[in-house]
């Protein structure tokens, strides 16, 4: 029997061995199907990619975060059968804001999805003929006040559907630039210690003018507590990457908030096809999915994790400083990914090897292993990863800095 599975694991790494081991060529010997069942088809493997240990953290270009089964499993089901979109929405949107304790919610295509359609929404609120006009404003409000600190790349989820960026740098420039266009307040969570504007103030400042309020908190989870406290603190709307601390889709996210906001968020979703957002399609696996991570999230012993992850970066930090020279810094960012993270540095006369060159030895190696940093330290989480891949982590660090010594 041993040497019979050594024989189909071995067919198992060959390309296309799926078509040797259909199930039908094998439901004749019903012996077999114990271990046939435990072959997956490894499809990164015959396209000729490599796949990584993630020690760098949640980077769309990584792809994100890795689900855990029960998640695969809700998009597994929701593969199989049919289902309205905007009934699934509607009942999803409804269960999501019952555990967020938030008026209303829905799953968007990813946070960047949730600020266009939540920006798209407060444009034309419920009316449709306005839906099918963006990215023309003509006739609406369309200017966005935000903090000059608070800028980034990612704000082009609301000029993409329209609206013009308005910067500020304190209260008082915030309140002299709104005009009789001023359709939004924009915060970037990630950014709180940079603006002068704090969230509360900033939330004062919507209600005074009645001027809705949006926070982006793509990348706010872990803690935990921050998928309630803003909505709670009375942003209007808020928005989380479904792929990255949640562990959902990595092309999901959450718009969670003020139902008159969300539901005009919604008029520019598919099923309707004239509208801005027809191309941030989530479908029901996706829906499912990120309801299935919400509640796994939710559920998880948030301490015990952050102990776990606290041990692994002291691992991969005690490795790497037992070579002389070598120092290392654990560091937990106070917004957006927010968990213990390593940064490590060396006096390169003493290791004579740079970071760009760890790093790229580091990703050449075997296993491949992705980390981040710039050109004086190499950057390392372990959130990311599979449990027990620090102690590869650590050991591969070890051998390279060693080898430069
Ligand atoms: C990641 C990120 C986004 C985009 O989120 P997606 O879920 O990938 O669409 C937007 N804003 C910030 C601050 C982010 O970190």
């Not at 606290?310 to 937990?332: F, P, R």
Request: proline fraction near 4%; aromatic fraction near 6%.
């Amino acid at each position: 029997m041993a040497s019979r599975r050594k024989v189909i694991h071995t067919l198992a790494s060959l390309p296309f061995v799926g078509a040797f081991l259909g199930s039908n060529t094998l439901s004749a010997n019903p012996g077999t199907a114990a271990v046939v069942s435990n072959v997956r088809r490894d499809f990164f493997k015959e396209l000729g990619l490599r796949t990584f240990i993630n020690a760098a953290g949640t980077y769309t270009s990584m792809t994100g975060s890795l689900m855990p089964k029960e998640v695969i499993e809700a998009i597994s089901y929701g593969a199989s059968e049919y289902v309205n979109l905007d009934e699934l929405q509607d009942k999803v949107g409804e269960r999501i804001a019952e555990l967020l304790n938030c008026e209303y919610a829905t799953v968007s295509s990813g946070a960047f999805g949730a600020m266009s359609i939540g920006m798209a929404g407060v444009m034309c609120g419920m009316d449709t003929k306005k839906v099918k006009q963006l990215p023309n404003t003509d006739g609406l409000k369309n200017e966005v006040i935000l903090q000059e600190s608070h800028t980034i790349g990612y704000a082009q989820a609301l000029t993409n559907v329209g609206a013009k960026l308005v910067k500020v740098k304190t209260a008082k420039q915030l309140e002299k630039a709104i005009t009789n266009k001023t359709v939004m307040l924009w915060f970037l969570n990630a950014n709180t210690e940079q603006g002068d504007i704090k969230w509360e103030e900033f939330v004062a400042l919507g209600k005074k003018h009645n001027i809705p309020t949006f926070n982006d908190c793509a990348a706010d989870v872990p803690p935990v507590e921050n998928l309630f406290r803003f909505t709670k603190m009375g942003f209007d709307m808020v928005a989380f990457s479904g792929g990255k601390g949640l562990r959902g889709p990595q092309s999901a996210g959450l718009l969670l908030g003020k139902r008159k906001y969300i539901e005009a968020a919604r008029l520019h979703t598919p099923p309707r096809g004239e509208t801005i957002g027809r191309g941030m399609k989530v479908n029901k696996e996706e829906v499912l999915g990120m309801l299935a991570a919400l509640e796994m999230y939710l559920k998880k012993d948030h301490k015990s994790e952050w102990k776990m992850w606290e041990s692994q970066i002291q691992l991969i930090s005690d490795s790497a400083t037992s070579i002389d020279g070598v120092k290392s810094e654990i560091h937990v960012p106070k917004h957006a990914n927010h968990v213990p993270s390593l940064r490590i540095k060396w006096n390169q006369k003493l290791v004579k090897i740079s970071p760009d060159e760890v790093r790229k030895k580091l990703r050449e190696g075997h296993p491949s292993i992705q980390t981040v940093g710039d050109s004086k330290t190499i950057g390392i989480t372990t959130w990311m990863m599979v449990p027990g891949q620090e102690r590869i982590v650590a050991k591969r660090l070890k051998e390279i800095l060693s080898n430069a010594t």
